[in-house]
């Protein structure tokens, strides 16, 4: 969880997005971090989660986790990279869902998988516009020996992400824009409802390969100093032209979340690497 949940939930609004010198090779420190997401996709319910996390920025020539989040660089040039991607899901428990009383829990995510990154704007001193496309294999877990790892089928993420940042009073505006696409066996863990599940108000369902949400976010860093750095953001996830739309899961076609922290920089690197080299 450490792994896939702390750079890519917060980093993407990094204050190390444009700096004038060289980024440290590795820096440390410790945050905490608020979400409150829906459950699943198209899920009424959601959910507040506070989580403290230690915090690491490692800008190797192999292995990079910082504002363009946590993967390893296989092939990269200033202008594109292939590498790996990571992904995490919060489990969920039923009980506490009013469209999934009485089914299965939701066990924790975790995805993995190449990347494509194309990066445009290269040359300009405020901005940065990716595009990216990521094909992950999803596991569930429930953390236990008897069910470590179990396939939950593919992904395919074609995603846009757009930084700004204002040098004088080191804000960053971070936006992005990603359809989310899924294999039969990846949709049906969100939006099956097996026969042996039907109730009078829920229906059987099995669902179909295709479009899981269009997910739109925006959101904004501020550096306080050189250790203290702050962030916030909201999302919107809509599921109007998703191909399991008619799931009885599905209660509705438009989430909104957002997400609050902070991070405590107390160790860099003297060691300095040219960005993108």
Not at 23 to 34: A, K, L
């Amino acid at each position: 969880m450490l792994l896939f949940l702390p750079v890519s939930s917060m980093a993407q609004v990094s204050q190390n997005f444009i700096t004038d010198e060289p980024p440290p090779v590795y820096e440390m420190g410790m945050g905490g971090i608020g979400l409150n997401l829906p459950d699943y996709p198209g899920s009424s319910n959601n959910r507040f989660r506070a989580v403290p996390f230690p915090y690491y920025i490692y800008r190797g020539k192999y292995f990079r986790s910082d504002d363009e989040g946590t993967r390893a660089r296989l092939l990269s040039s200033p202008f594109h990279e292939l590498g790996m991607s990571f992904g995490f899901n919060f489990p969920v428990n039923s009980g506490d869902s009013p469209a999934r009383q009485g089914m299965p829990d939701l066990d924790a995510l975790m995805e993995i998988g190449p990347r494509l990154l194309f990066r445009f704007l290269k040359s300009a001193p405020n901005h940065r516009l990716n595009f990216s496309v990521s094909a992950r294999a999803v596991f569930s877990s429930k953390f236990s020996f008897d069910n470590l790892l179990r396939h939950e089928g593919y992904t395919i993420i074609p995603q846009i992400n757009y930084w700004y940042r204002w040098r004088e009073s080191k804000t960053t505006l971070f936006s992005s824009l990603s359809f989310d696409f899924g294999t039969a066996k990846y949709n049906r863990y969100f939006f099956n409802v097996p026969e042996a599940y039907a109730t009078a108000e829920r229906s059987a369902y099995l669902a179909k390969s295709g479009l899981v949400e269009t997910s739109l976010a925006l959101g904004v860093g501020q550096e306080i100093n050189e250790d203290l750095f702050v962030f916030g953001g909201g999302s919107w996830r809509n599921l109007d032209w998703a191909s399991n739309q008619q799931s009885p899961l599905v209660e509705k076609t438009n989430n909104v979340g957002f997400i609050l922290g902070f991070v405590w920089t107390f160790y860099m690197s003297e060691e300095r690497v040219k960005r993108l080299k």
